[in-house]
């Protein structure tokens, strides 16, 4: 899926297509992409080659590195463990290199760190023109606020002891 500052490709474009045309013929308000899917296959759509196992397998392995945290011994804090960062090579091609926090030098950190932060901010364009969107559609509504500085949910939640986005158990 394109990062969110990214321009859909042209097969992106048909799927999307795709959703429309299913939603007007369901007439869904809610839909779930395997229905989505199925109603595709039925209607003659290529089944995707499956990936190559080595490509799958890196992907399974770069969503648990993406997802490790550890707690910081000294403050208790919950920590990413692993960052990643963009390695531009020769002919255009990219190489995602991964990296573990505790052995990182400065310029790894450097480049996961603001990759983290670009991604972070892509995030809260398209959510603020997402509401500013719909507050446009509904003028007969209160508009809803799409608040931008995340300082004060950040220190609510770190001074709740809960400071991995984890929801605390009741």
């Given amino acids: 899926m394109p990062k969110s500052n990214q321009k859909p490709n042209a097969s992106y474009k048909k799927r999307q297509d795709f959703i429309r045309y299913f939603r007007e013929q ?6 779930n992409m395997q229905d989505v899917a199925k109603m595709a296959a039925k209607m003659g759509w290529p089944l995707p080659t499956p990936a190559d196992p080595i490509d799958l397998l890196a992907k399974q392995f770069a969503a648990a590195a993406g997802e490790e945290t550890r707690e910081d011994k000294a403050t208790k804090k919950t920590y990413k463990a692993n960052l990643s960062f963009i390695k531009r090579l020769a002919g255009g091609k990219q190489l995602w290199l991964w990296f573990d926090v505790d052995d990182a030098t400065r310029l790894q950190m450097e480049k996961g760190l ?57």
């Fill in 114 to 170: 603001q990759l983290y932060r670009e991604q972070m901010v892509s995030e809260g364009v398209i959510g603020k023109n997402t509401a500013g969107h719909w507050n446009r559609n509904h003028p007969d509504q209160k508009p809803l606020a799409f608040v931008l500085d995340l300082t004060p949910d950040v220190e609510e939640r770190e001074s709740a002891g809960n400071d991995d986005g984890q929801e605390q158990a009741g």
């Fill in 26 to 31: 369901t007439g869904e308000k809610e839909w």
